[in-house]
């Protein structure tokens, strides 16, 4: 009976986060402009309550019952583990003072508001008082999670346990090793006609397709939706209600099909965790105070990225979906085959905004927003100082300039809403994403599902290696378990190579 008191003492917690990310998609969705103010008061609100249940007196009584109770289980049980997830999560939030974490969760939701304007108006300077603000707060709670090497690191460890700044830079520099000669040789080749997919192509049948082909990949419409928003997002309130949104260009119709297939990925996590972890710490960041079931936020992106690259750019992916999208859309794609079509969703072409470049330089955008987050948060750069560093960095990385704060340093929405140390995952989903496409496809059933459009295997696959675990193992353990090594960026780099040299005659 105490287990399953405090199981439902920790349902208590998830309903509350759960209601938290109601208000949030709200917010990016639906909302109007006036009600900003009083729905940071809200959020602010049910973040404390959710910290305040999780570390009330009478959650500490349950879980000591719960301990006791399990003590005899085998220690990588369930049980056990939830009892030593809330424990961690317990300590970790004691040592964050409450006020903290009101005026975070204030702050950010305010922040949203501020910077989708500042955004518009590309005018750094209305954002710059919020964002040192965030700054500020977030070094506050570094100092309080603590730390051994760099403040970074206790932020990070909110989003991706275990990483620091000393354990991304040999990914970073093999990364680096890696692309930048493919880089270099694919800058002397005529790059891919793209100028077809400039025409103008419906809003509604972009977003009809796009649906189409995340229903394909298993997004199950019966227990989610798309709607439209400024930066594409996924949430979950519980596995049985999962939410994607997309943006459009009327005139670059990939934008609207690739940021779907994006957070088709990220929804599959959510919809296809164990049901019998729904409402339980297994579904639920109790160190970040999320109702999200990845056991990273890397983890949850090695999904997004997988989906939407290995599968949703890759030439086999069109030879069998292409008659379907140029029965869609006659007349922009006529005269245009398969092989012209994917060659030109997999131009290389570095550009200034991470969420629409391309696979081979989208690691370069991660890795100056880290280099640049350390700085912040260390105080080696300033907020004021800030565009003219980011603007270097882009230079330094991409060999671009930055004509403007709206497709520079405003672009992200992450520093809006408070989030520090959350840009490593991107490369650390990407890293992921070729480990676990390379290990699934030795797998004969799910190489014949792709090569017949039958997406069930490989999301079958994904959900037995996975999407089930929701946060019961660590990122590393389900490394292992689904391909026999920790994080290793070798098939990746391949996958690159190979795909690249091909597209390019390299």
């Known amino acids: ?96 003072p409450a006020a ?16 989708a304007k500042a955004r518009a108006d590309s005018d750094f300077g209305s954002f710059a008082p919020v964002l040192e603000e965030t700054i500020t707060l977030n070094r506050e709670m570094a100092e309080c999670i603590g730390y051994e090497e760099h403040p970074y690191d206790a932020l990070m460890y909110r989003f991706e346990p275990g990483e620091t700044v000393r354990s991304l830079q040999p990914l970073f520099a093999a990364l680096r090793e890696g692309l930048l000669p493919l880089l270099k040789a694919i800058g002397e080749k005529e790059p891919p006609p793209v100028g077809f997919l400039e025409r103008p192509f419906p809003v509604a049948s972009q977003l009809e397709f796009a649906l189409k082909m995340a229903r394909k990949l298993g997004y199950d419409t019966d227990r989610g939706r798309l709607d439209l928003t400024v930066h594409p997002f996924e949430v979950s309130f519980t596995r049985n209600d999962v939410r994607i949104t997309t943006r459009v260009n009327d005139e670059w119709m990939p934008k609207s099909l690739f940021g779907t297939l994006h957070e088709t990925g990220h929804a599959l996590y959510e919809q296809y965790c164990d049901p019998a972890y729904t409402r339980t710490p297994l579904a639920t960041d109790l160190i970040g105070l999320y109702a999200v079931g990845g056991v990273s936020f890397g983890a949850h992106e090695s999904q997004s990225r997988l989906f939407e690259n290995h599968v949703g750019r890759s030439r086999e992916f069109w030879e069998l979906n292409y008659g379907e ?45 880290v280099e640049i987050e350390a700085a912040l948060i260390d105080g080696s750069l300033s907020v004021p100082d800030l565009p003219e560093a980011w603007n270097a960095k882009v230079e330094e ?71 089930r675990h929701g946060r019961r193992y660590s990122r590393d353990q389900l490394l292992e378990m689904a391909t026999g090594r920790t994080l290793d960026p070798t098939d990746y780099l391949e996958h690159l190579t190979r795909k690249y040299s091909d597209i390019y005659g390299i």
């Open 325 to 369: 999208l140029r029965g869609t859309f006659p007349e922009q794609l006529e005269g245009i085959d398969t092989e012209t079509f994917w060659r030109a969703v997999n131009r290389v072409q570095p550009g200034l905004i991470r969420v629409e470049s391309d696979e081979l330089t989208y690691d370069f955008h991660v890795m100056l927003r």
């Open 100 to 115: 903290l974490v009101h005026k975070r969760a204030e702050v950010g939701s305010i922040g949203q508001h501020i910077w």
């Open 397 to 467: 990385y991409l060999g671009l300039e930055v004509p403007n704060d709206r497709l520079g340093v405003l672009q992200d929405v992450h520093w809006s809403s408070g989030q520090v140390g959350t840009f490593c995952n991107y490369t650390i989903g990407n890293v992921m994403a070729g480990q676990l496409f390379a290990a699934a496809t030795k797998d004969d059933r799910v190489r014949n599902g792709l090569a017949n459009a039958d997406y069930l295997p490989l999301r079958e696959w994904m959900t037995e290696h996975i999407h």
């Open 1 to 96: 009976m105490g287990y399953n008191a405090f199981l439902e003492r920790m349902g208590e917690v998830n309903d509350l986060l759960n209601a938290e990310s109601i208000l949030k998609w709200d917010a990016r969705t639906m909302m109007p402009p006036g009600g900003a103010d009083t729905r940071a008061k809200q959020l602010a609100t049910l973040t404390v309550l959710a910290r305040d249940h999780l570390v009330a007196d009478e959650t500490r009584r349950l879980l000591e019952r719960a301990e006791a109770e399990t003590a005899s289980l085998p220690a990588d049980g369930v049980e056990r583990t939830i009892c030593a997830q809330v424990r961690e999560a317990i300590e970790y939030h004691l040592r964050i």
